[in-house]
Nanobody, 122 residues
Framework: QVHLVESGGGLVQAGGSLRLSCAAS????????MAWFRQAPGKEREFVTA???????YYADSVKGRFTISRDNTKNTVYLQMNSLKPEDTAVYYC????????????????WGQGTQVTVSS
């Protein structure tokens, strides 16, 4: 069982930066693939980025070069550094975990956080 808690969301102007954190409780965090998804009002939840247990990283084209995912297994935490934010990045950001390999599909993730709101003003 893994419990995930996100933090770090907020309001930022376009071009600004935010760092989201996702703290995990439970055993064997280092063996989980971790991902960030986001959901904007009226839209489906979409894949943003993921990191494997061996720290391979994967990004959606829309955030490549602007967002960076990382993990600290000593702190059971995964981070999302978001730079050059755009109004279209506005969404609730969710942290997710699954055992095994990274997946781009939200329904393959078993554990989810409660979400944190990111709002980018123009």
């Amino acid at each position: 069982q893994v419990h995930l808690v996100e933090s770090g969301g907020g309001l930022v102007q376009a071009g600004g930066s935010l760092r989201l954190s996702c703290a995990a409780s439970g055993r064997a965090f280092s063996y989980y693939a971790m991902a960030w998804f986001r959901q904007a009002p009226g839209k489906e939840r979409e894949f943003v980025t993921a990191i494997s247990d061996s720290t391979y990283t994967y990004y959606a084209d829309s955030v490549k070069g602007r967002f960076t995912i990382s993990r600290d297994n000593t702190k059971n935490t995964v981070y999302l550094q978001m730079n050059s934010l755009k109004p279209e990045d506005t969404a609730v950001y969710y942290c997710a975990a699954r055992s095994g390999s990274v997946s781009y599909e939200s329904n393959s993730y078993v554990y989810w956080g409660q979400g944190t709101q990111v709002t980018v003003s123009s």
